[in-house]
């Protein structure tokens, strides 16, 4: 092989990395962008929607149930429209569905406009971890790191940019903003089927459509059940911070501090998912440290509470870092653990029971908070579930299968 060759080589492979982990950063961004929308509209939804607390805490977690009933179909999708298939699927069910959530004017309108769109996201959700098996086979932890950063800066948007855009541009017309954010949605489905053509994946059965059949989750997989319970203590974390810390501070006469603490909450989660796209890699399979990082996003929910004046803002930052990078290792941990082969079936069983168990942790928090008039009694369950997931770490690691480390099917 001459020099020329191999330089040849080298510069293809370098560009086929970069379309695959800047597509991967792209449609991360759409994960849970539209769900974050609705924190800063938490106001406007309350007082002119007369939405309550529990009201507002089922809208923004409904999404987790259809991610849950995305989950049992997911194994079907994939063999049947491919991973480009079901990801442009998503993306279209997604934006629509956000779409209509800016014309009902009440709570059952609102509701199945959101589940639309959830439903978007659970097909969008169940194909991400396989792209990330099938671009890079041998990387999953860098690959998550990435498409998971792009889920963030999402967040960050969505939780930053949409009271501003309220204030100073859509006004009583405030209901737009889940339209707004939508907007680029057909540039990235152009994307992916003219740039994610170049990037191979002819020789997996997963890439391309197939006769599929519906392929139920295996109830007697005990490490299916583990990732559940560390899949509902990851995703709990996130969406409770984000949906009671508004009352949290509303509660304390700090409203004036929302703002900056969202953007503090997951302005540190993209900062801890761009440090695990150089180090996940290194971390994955060792225990300690996911027990730390895991113990120390608990931890910082009673600073959060406790903390008095301004500092809330940096105690939600803590909370934000340690939470964002335990979700990362929960969502490349399917594809470490397993062969591509088995990834379907045990990301639909994952993903069903995991959002369904996240789900009713949220409404839990969101009527205990009602019930009780106190905002700590939120974080309740979450608190619970995420002792659970500490104590089933290290069975889980330990449960890999030996050919996991790559698929003979995916491309080198």
Not at 115 to 143: D, S, T
Not at 259 to 274: D, E, F, R
């Amino acid at each position: 092989m001459t020099h020329d060759t191999l330089t040849q080589q080298t510069s293809e492979g370098l560009r086929q990395a970069l379309l695959a982990y800047g597509l991967l950063w792209c449609l991360g961004l759409y994960l849970r962008l539209t769900v974050l929308v609705v924190p800063p509209l938490i106001p406007q939804l309350k007082g002119l929607l007369g939405f309550t607390n529990g009201e507002v805490a089922t809208a923004t977690s409904l999404p987790l149930v259809t991610l849950a009933a995305g989950g049992l179909v997911a194994g079907w999708l994939l063999a049947r429209l491919g991973v480009r298939g079901c990801l442009l699927l998503g993306l279209a069910v997604m934006a629509l569905g956000s779409g209509l959530r800016s014309l009902p004017q009440g709570f059952l309108a609102f509701t199945l406009a959101t589940v639309l769109m959830g439903m978007g996201i659970a097909f969008m959700q169940a194909a991400m971890p396989v792209l990330a098996k099938l671009w890079a086979p041998g990387h999953v932890g860098r690959a998550s790191a990435v498409y998971t950063n792009g889920l963030l800066v999402g967040e960050l948007l969505a939780a930053g940019a949409t009271g501003p855009m309220v204030a100073l541009w859509l006004g009583e017309r405030w209901q737009w903003a889940f339209t707004v954010w939508v907007l680029p949605v057909p540039l990235l489905m152009l994307a992916l089927l003219l740039v994610g053509r170049r990037l191979p994946l002819a020789n997996s059965p997963a890439g391309r459509p197939a006769e599929g059949r519906l392929t139920l989750p295996d109830l007697g997989d005990g490490r299916m059940w583990r990732l559940v319970a560390l899949l509902g203590a990851a995703a709990a974390l996130y969406f409770c911070g984000n949906i009671f810390l508004p009352p949290l501070l509303e509660a304390s006469q700090r409203l004036h501090l929302l703002a900056a603490s969202l953007i503090a909450l997951n302005g540190a989660q993209m900062i801890s998912s761009a440090l695990l796209i150089l180090f996940a890699d290194r971390l994955m399979g060792r225990a300690r440290p996911l027990i730390a990082i895991t113990l120390l996003a608990l931890l910082s929910i009673p600073a959060m509470l406790a903390l008095p004046g301004g500092h809330v803002v940096w105690a939600a930052g803590v909370f934000g870092f340690f939470t964002s990078a335990l979700f990362i290792f929960v969502l490349a941990l399917p594809a470490w653990l397993v062969t591509l082969e088995q990834l379907p079936r045990l990301m639909s069983g994952m993903l069903c029971f995991g959002y369904l168990l996240v789900f009713a942790i949220t409404v839990l928090g969101g009527w205990l908070n009602d019930w009780s008039g106190t905002t700590s009694l939120a974080f309740l369950p979450t608190a619970f579930i995420g002792l659970v997931a500490i104590g089933i770490i290290p069975r889980l690691l330990a449960s890999r299968e030996p050919a996991a480390h790559a698929s003979p099917h995916a491309p080198r």
